[in-house]
């Protein structure tokens, strides 16, 4: 078997030989077999894209749905928060009305307290209507929410 490969062309202008020696014919084979490498990495590579894209997009398509859920849960929880809050300040004012009212009340009854005992006599003894008295009275009380956001 020869070792040279002789290839003849036709045309209308006459014939054109071409002889490809082992080491062309190697050359040739090579490319060839490259270039059906590249393709078929080429196709790989681009199934593989594809897929990686799709899948992408849908994990965009899944975190924006969470996402969408997220905020409408965070609008609801800001609507209780201020409703709580506003809740809190009118029980506040509620009950800083009925302290002040119980305030008035007491400082009546030390005022009646008192005009009986001018009455009765008994405020000879100055020292124990003071020390009896200031234990009926007790401290005020106020009401008054420390947390950063009533500030």
Not at 61 to 87: H, N, P
Request: proline content about 3%; overall charge neutral.
């Amino acid at each position: 078997m020869p070792q040279n490969i002789r290839i003849a062309v036709s045309h209308a202008n006459g014939s054109r030989h071409f002889v490809l020696s082992p080491s062309l014919k190697k050359i040739l084979l090579s490319l060839l077999a490259t270039l059906i490498i590249g393709i078929f990495a080429s196709i790989a590579t681009i199934y593989y894209l594809n897929h990686r894209s799709t899948a992408a997009e849908d994990t965009l398509k899944s975190m924006t749905e969470k996402s969408s859920a997220l905020v409408g849960q965070l609008e609801d929880l800001k609507q209780k928060r201020q409703q709580l809050e506003q809740l809190i300040s009118n029980k506040e004012e509620e009950y800083a009305q009925i302290i002040e009212d119980k305030d008035s009340q007491l400082n009546y009854l030390t005022q009646r307290v008192s005009t009986v005992e001018e009455v009765l006599g008994l405020e000879k003894d100055a020292e124990n209507a003071v020390h009896w008295r200031s234990a009926l009275m007790l401290p005020r009380l106020t009401l008054r929410c420390e947390r950063p956001c009533c500030s």
